[in-house]
């Protein structure tokens, strides 16, 4: 039973550059979240997917954007990238338990993205 | 608005001392409490949780945690750590929508 996967593992960009994540969810879950870690501090929360709509959205401005696939699999994309984008990007995915509850958050081994 | 707070940024220990780590969190109504771990080089692992019930949860690798409501505190503890303890650990809350917040994180540091 396959994981989260997330591609690329590696990323370098430059200032004004555009990047697409990518995540392939957990087998049996429908649900995608994206985070960004900065170097030491907790994930922070960007939005999340479900039925190939954004659901949900943290405190990320409009520069972050994402699409959710029919698969369920999930993309995420930066505009015009910035110096302080450069962090680890996290990819979770998760279902629906009973009653519309969602379970436990599953993590991917993250994109690392350095804007030079 | 919501919030975790985690005490200690770094901990340093010998092999079998005993770990205590905190965390307190800022939430309106309903919550759910998470520890992750991350060893080096590898991903956010789920170590625990509580949704409900018994507010004393065992998680994996011997590690448990108690929820105190009165406190607002999700405490992660281990009787004796080992060498391979050594990585980040994170604490999170979360409400119905279960999306979590996370504190800033603690380095365990484990000498052989």
């Known amino acids: 039973d396959a994981g989260v996967t997330q591609s690329p593992t590696h990323l370098i960009k430059t200032r004004g550059q555009q990047v697409t994540l990518r995540c392939s969810p957990k087998?049996?879950?429908?649900?995608v979240s994206w985070y960004q870690q900065a170097l030491g501090q907790g994930p922070q929360f960007i939005f999340q997917?479900?039925?190939?709509?954004?659901?949900q959205r943290g405190n990320f401005p409009d520069r972050f954007s994402g699409h959710q696939f029919p698969n369920y699999s999930s993309e995420l994309n930066v505009n015009a990238l910035l110096l302080g984008d450069s962090a680890l990007y996290l990819c979770?995915?998760?279902?629906?338990?009973?009653?519309?509850?969602?379970?436990?958050?599953?993590f991917g081994p993250g994109t690392r993205l350095l804007v030079l | 608005a919501q919030s975790v707070s985690q005490h200690n940024h770094h901990v340093i220990l010998s092999e079998a001392a005993s770990l205590e780590l905190g965390c307190n969190y800022s939430?309106?109504?309903?919550?759910?409490l998470f520890w992750y771990v991350q060893y080096p080089g590898q991903h956010l692992q789920l170590l625990l949780k509580?949704?409900?019930?018994?507010?004393l949860v065992k998680g994996i690798k011997g590690f448990e945690a108690e929820f105190i409501k009165s406190k607002f505190s999700f405490n992660l503890r281990k009787p004796s750590v080992q060498w391979s303890d050594t990585a980040e650990y994170f604490c999170?809350?979360?409400?119905?929508?279960?999306?979590?917040?996370f504190g800033r994180g603690t380095s365990l540091i484990v000498h052989p």
């Open positions: 939430y309106g109504g309903t919550v759910n």
């Open positions: 087998s049996g879950h429908d649900t």
């Open positions: 509580y949704f409900s019930g018994d507010p």
């Open positions: 999170a809350a979360s409400g119905g929508s279960y999306i979590p917040t």
């Open positions: 997917y479900y039925e190939e709509e954004e659901r």
């Open positions: 979770a995915s998760s279902r629906i338990a009973g009653q519309g509850a969602r379970e436990t958050q599953y």
